[in-house]
């Protein structure tokens, strides 16, 4: 048993998709949330940069005494996972892997796409772990850069969305695609926008499930089960403004967020 928190990360809001599988997988299990909407987008950011980040993400994390890492951030895990990974001694959770398993689990017709960050994308971290799970799958990929400033800006739906949208997924249209891979926490939210665009025959995937299922995995393996009889506590943290993180994060979670602090990043 461990009742201390899990620890969640993202370049922002976005992450909080996988939050709430978590939330929804593991009610009992409390949270401890960082948004780093202040130096977000990641994915547009060299790697080197984005591994600073990262380590500082994780430093400020361990210092909320958690018991495991989650990086809800597909950015981050194509860049900085292995190396967060070697040089901290606690089990980290990142998203590509269980959404590779995901799109690989549900294509049909073996033709699949992966939209992300620039640095997700060319990164080429989906290419490797689908092709590692099934080499006959066929990847077309395409990097949406402008969608995460929608998803923190509140545009989902909006006329704005669709059209961006429309010139980015136009080069998927005809490539016979049947599975769509949400490689960004923050594209879930643009599912609607997305699938209107794509049509109602390609399925869409967000890592966000899986990941989850993997946290849930990795906690049951290291037996480190929070005490059922405890209440979970959440404590939301973000580096840019509370009031933004209070209300666009209360519609993403469909609950509403009261306490998030504000966390000079740099610290760390
Ligand atoms: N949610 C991050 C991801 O999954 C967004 C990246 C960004 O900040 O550009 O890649």
């Not at 993202?10 to 948004?35: A, N, Q, R």
């Not at 130096?39 to 361990?62: A, C, I, M």
């Not at 990941?211 to 404590?235: F, G, H, Q, T, W």
């Amino acid at each position: 048993m461990d009742n201390r928190p899990i620890g969640i990360f993202d370049s922002g809001l976005g992450g909080l998709t996988v939050l709430k599988e978590i939330v929804g997988m593991m009610p009992t299990e409390s949270v401890v949330y960082f948004g780093d909407s202040g130096r977000t987008p990641y994915g547009t950011k060299s790697k080197e940069t984005v591994t600073k980040y990262t380590f500082q993400n994780v430093r400020f994390l361990l210092n909320q005494d958690i018991k495991m890492i989650v990086i809800a951030c597909n950015t981050a895990s194509a860049y900085s996972y292995e190396a967060v990974k070697n040089n901290f001694d606690i089990p980290i959770v990142e998203v590509i892997e269980p959404g590779a398993i995901t799109v690989a689990r549900e294509t049909r017709n073996k033709k699949v796409g992966v939209i992300g960050t620039p640095a997700t994308i060319n990164s080429g971290a989906y290419e490797k772990a689908i092709s590692k799970i099934d080499n006959s799958i066929e990847i077309v990929s395409k990097a949406c850069p402008l969608f995460v400033q929608l998803v923190e800006e509140g545009w989902w739906e909006n006329d704005i969305a669709y059209r961006i949208a429309e010139e980015y997924l136009s080069s998927l249209k005809n490539k016979g695609i049947d599975t769509l891979i949400l490689g960004c926490t923050h594209y879930p939210l643009l599912q609607n926008t997305i699938s209107k665009v794509m049509g109602k025959d390609v399925k869409l995937v967000s890592s966000a499930y899986e990941a989850a299922k993997a946290v849930s995995r990795v906690i049951r393996e290291n037996d480190m089960e929070r005490d059922k009889k405890l209440k979970p506590v959440y404590r939301y943290y973000t580096s840019d403004s509370v009031e933004k993180f209070e209300t666009l994060g209360s519609i993403i979670l469909g609950k509403e967020i009261k306490t998030v602090e504000k966390v000079d990043i740099e610290k760390y």
